[in-house]
């Protein structure tokens, strides 16, 4: 989130951006009215205390006492934080300047391109068709067993999907990311403070997060009062270890990677890619996460180079694709600058998304409270920044559809035959 004091100052700003967003602009003014209302409450109270300190008659104290009680514990004062806590977390981030001005995904810009399309001597097929045929892939049985958007990656496609997971992680220990397998099933502080949830709190309508329906229980044996979810990337578990933290200027930036399993609701997609399994429940993924130091220059050329290793691993697979950078109406609220990367699918004859890399300054930081001191000995909030390095699904099909060959076969890109262990699939 934003910090009030900002916002207070620059809310023709805010408003500005929220318009470019797609978020109703009302909102700030709503928060501040909540902000004022909560201060003057607060300043009430901070008065009644000291009358409170002063005071040597008895009876004039306990009256004190009460109406401190009232302000504090009453509907109203716990009404007005909890509304000024729920307006603070809708409020947007700002934008970067060279982010492009546009209402959805037609507007993004596409500002990079690597390879041309593969022309084939034959019609080629899609990857739902290749991987039946093959038998690495089975989608009845999928549905079956685990229902819509279900999947069985099988015999050489599981060499495959590994290959490339494991491609991907040698890769960011190669570019100087620390390796790490996160947890996935995470309390809400780590989703509410890597933005995966819009609001305050979990709504199952919006946010395309599993929540977990069986209670837990704390190491004493009592039942806990957590709320515990699946995460849909790597990026809020990771974020989340810093969470807290005091981390020193000249340890950043931090760089990591995750591999993870990764679970989506897909609830905002229905009736969207209803075949294959470009858009799933379930997949794996090797996500980038960065802690850097609070600037912008440094945090936009940290971007780059992320997004830039992405594309290098493309481009070593021999994947035409290209990088655009995403339109302010198609960022979410959080988001000060961001890209997706997609590859060229010929079964699927399009362009599909195979990450996106996001720079979000303070605004998680914030949220899941991640300083570090500099140099002056002054404590500021950190800039984090993510990318997806590789995600399994999306490449897997990328590599069937754009290696097949004309028998069915799929040739197995160079770079990944040692992981794989063979030179094709058939």
């Not at 910090?3 to 602009?25: L, S, Y």
């Not at 403070?193 to 837990?216: C, N, R």
């Not at 300054?361 to 590789?390: F, H, I, M, P, S």
């Amino acid at each position: 989130m934003l910090d009030i004091k900002f916002i207070r100052e620059n809310p023709d700003i805010i408003k500005d951006v929220a318009v470019k967003k797609g978020i109703d602009p009302a909102l700030v003014d709503a928060l501040l009215e909540a902000d004022k209302t909560r201060r003057e409450l607060i300043q009430s109270a901070e008065a009644i205390r000291a009358e409170q300190k002063k005071t040597k008659d008895r009876e004039e104290g306990m009256q004190l006492k009460e109406k401190f009680k009232q302000l504090y514990e009453e509907a109203r004062f716990a009404g007005i934080e909890r509304k000024f806590d729920e307006l603070m977390a809708l409020i947007p981030n700002i934008i970067s300047p060279d982010t492009p001005i546009g209402k959805s995904e037609k507007d993004n810009v596409e500002v990079y391109h690597w390879g041309a399309p593969k022309k084939f001597d034959f019609e080629p097929k899609d990857h739902v068709a290749l991987g039946q045929a093959l038998d690495i892939l089975d989608f009845e049985k999928g549905a079956k067993v685990a229902g819509f958007r279900g999947y069985y990656i099988k015999n050489d496609g599981v060499l495959l999907a590994m290959g490339i997971m494991m491609y991907a992680v040698h890769m960011m220990v190669e570019k100087g990311y620390a390796p790490m397998i996160p947890p996935t099933l995470v309390r809400s502080s780590a989703l509410f403070g890597s933005g995966y949830f819009k609001g305050l709190e979990y709504d199952p309508g919006v946010d395309e997060i599993y929540q977990i329906a069986t209670p837990d229980k704390e190491s004493t044996g009592e039942a806990s009062k957590d709320k515990k979810f699946l995460v849909g990337t790597a990026e809020p578990s990771l974020l989340a270890y810093y969470s807290d933290e005091v981390l020193k200027e000249e340890d950043l930036p931090i760089k990591t990677c995750g591999y993870s399993q990764c679970y989506r609701s897909e609830i905002g997609s229905y009736g969207k890619e209803l075949k294959g399994m470009y858009r799933v429940h379930e997949f794996m993924k090797v996500e980038q996460v960065v802690v850097a130091p609070a600037d912008i220059e440094k945090a936009n050329a940290l971007q780059d180079e992320m997004t830039g290793i992405s594309g290098a691993m493309h481009e070593e697979l021999g994947l035409p694709y290209r990088r655009l950078q995403i339109c302010s109406g198609d960022m979410s609220a959080g988001k000060y600058r961001a890209f997706d990367l997609e590859a060229w699918l010929p079964g699927m004859n399009r362009w599909a998304e195979t990450g996106s890399a996001s720079d979000f300054l303070d605004w998680q930081a914030r949220r899941l409270n991640v300083k570090y001191v500099d140099k002056n000995g002054e404590k500021k909030y950190a800039y984090l920044l993510n990318n997806t390095a590789l995600p399994s699904p999306r490449i897997f099909i990328a590599i069937l559809e754009n290696y097949q060959m004309k028998d069915g076969t799929i040739e197995v890109p160079e770079v990944l035959q040692k992981y794989v262990g063979k030179k094709v699939i058939g």
